[in-house]
């Protein structure tokens, strides 16, 4: 199942760069989608995990200037991170015969920001793409469909699985695999059991504010070493760290950043929770739907589209802000996860605080309509379908 939005964009970024980097979780989809872009043009596709592969980069430039004219796809470009240098060298003397344009599609499991530890020499000559997990905008629109989403997540073979059983094993399987094989590759200090612990903690506390001291003491770990941990996972994209929004307002603000595990189906696979009715009835039902909604709104938002949370001391918070490009200003987004959608005190205080340029309530159903003066209700395919053509 490829995403036909991330197909496009990496096609558009070919015709504009001479490297596109497309990133993502492991097992998204990136590897696929790779493939659709190698049937339509003349390409060699080399996957960096398997030793035959790596065995022909022995002497990187060599090998790779006689592929000059066709399209390289290099997959998981992390486990050899020094040939972002030797493609700097490739890419410059293409252009000097040139060939400006597709010469290379990298696709790694991990981060723009640790990629470019290992990339900066690309500045200027790779465009980065990166790759979600299937979204609200990528499935049937119908709430059978949307409800799968929430509960098995956006991996493609979590969501077309059989069974909910069978998604649930799949995904426990790929945690498993991040814990064994990602961990110690990309922090290899780090312990994968005590990672495991916190990404447990971190499900269980979906939403919740950072607080790196109560974690560290539940690990018996020191704070940075916390900080580290949740570093790795915001890396790895599997984690979100939603910043506090920074006002100018007289009021004491929350400092500290809220935590969110990005994928809802990794999110219930840590918990345990194979159903529907489990879901219904697990305490993190409503942190697990506002991660749901966020995680599907920032996907469908423009890409330079600043997210954050405002909560003051005193109680006014909006569970999500958008400073959208241009002079489209700014947006506070209120998240329900019943039917109806109805903003509390601390809403409203907040929109008075901050004064944004429009305001929704997202809610679990299909209809639209105004519920204050300036406040819309929306549901939530309809609001990520707002954000894609704002």
Not at 54 to 68: G, H, I, N, V
Not at 117 to 139: H, T
Not at 166 to 182: A, C, G, I, K
Not at 258 to 275: Q, T, V, W
């Amino acid at each position: 199942m490829i995403g036909r939005r991330a197909l496009e964009i990496v096609q558009q970024g070919l015709r504009r760069q001479a490297a596109v980097g497309l990133i993502g979780p492991r097992q998204v989809g990136k590897t696929t989608l790779a493939h659709a872009i190698a049937e339509e043009r003349d390409s060699l596709y080399l996957d960096l995990e398997a030793g035959a592969d790596r065995a022909k980069l022995a002497d990187p430039a060599l090998f790779l200037e006689s592929y000059a004219d066709r399209l390289v796809i290099l997959d998981e470009i992390h486990r050899v991170p020094a040939l972002f240098q030797e493609l700097r060298g490739l890419i410059d003397r293409g252009r000097r015969r040139g060939r400006r344009t597709g010469r290379f599609l990298v696709l790694g499991s991990a981060s723009i920001d640790l990629l470019r530890q290992s990339g900066e020499s690309l500045a200027g000559r790779i465009e980065y793409v990166a790759l979600n997990p299937l979204d609200i905008l990528e499935v049937e629109a119908d709430r059978k469909d949307r409800d799968a989403l929430w509960l098995r997540g956006g991996f493609p073979d979590s969501f077309l699985a059989e069974s909910d059983r069978d998604s649930l094993v799949y995904r426990q399987n790929l945690v498993r695999t991040y814990l064994e094989r990602d961990v110690p590759q990309f922090g290899p200090r780090i312990a994968a059991e005590a990672l495991g612990r916190l990404w447990t903690m971190l499900a269980h506390g979906q939403g919740t504010l950072l607080n790196a001291s109560k974690l560290a003491g539940n690990l018996s770990v020191t704070s940075p070493t916390v900080s580290a941990y949740v570093d790795l996972l915001v890396d790895l994209l599997l984690l979100r760290r939603l910043r506090p929004y920074q006002a100018n307002v007289r009021k004491r603000l929350v400092k500290s950043p809220k935590l969110y595990l990005r994928d809802s189906g990794l999110l219930h696979a840590l918990l345990g929770i194979e159903g529907h009715a489990a879901l219904s009835g697990h305490p993190v039902v409503g942190a697990s739907w506002e991660g749901f909604v966020i995680e599907s709104l920032l996907a469908a938002a423009p890409e330079t589209t600043a997210a954050s949370f405002y909560r003051t001391a005193a109680g006014a918070e909006i569970d999500l802000l958008l400073e959208l490009p241009g002079k489209r200003g700014l947006w506070a987004v209120e998240i329900k996860r019943g039917l109806t959608a109805k903003p509390g005190k601390g809403f409203h205080n907040a929109r008075q605080d901050l004064k944004p340029a429009r305001c929704f309530v997202v809610h679990a159903g299909d209809d639209r309509y105004p519920i204050a003066e300036g406040v819309e209700a929306i549901g939530l395919p309809a609001m990520a379908d707002l954000l894609l053509n704002a």
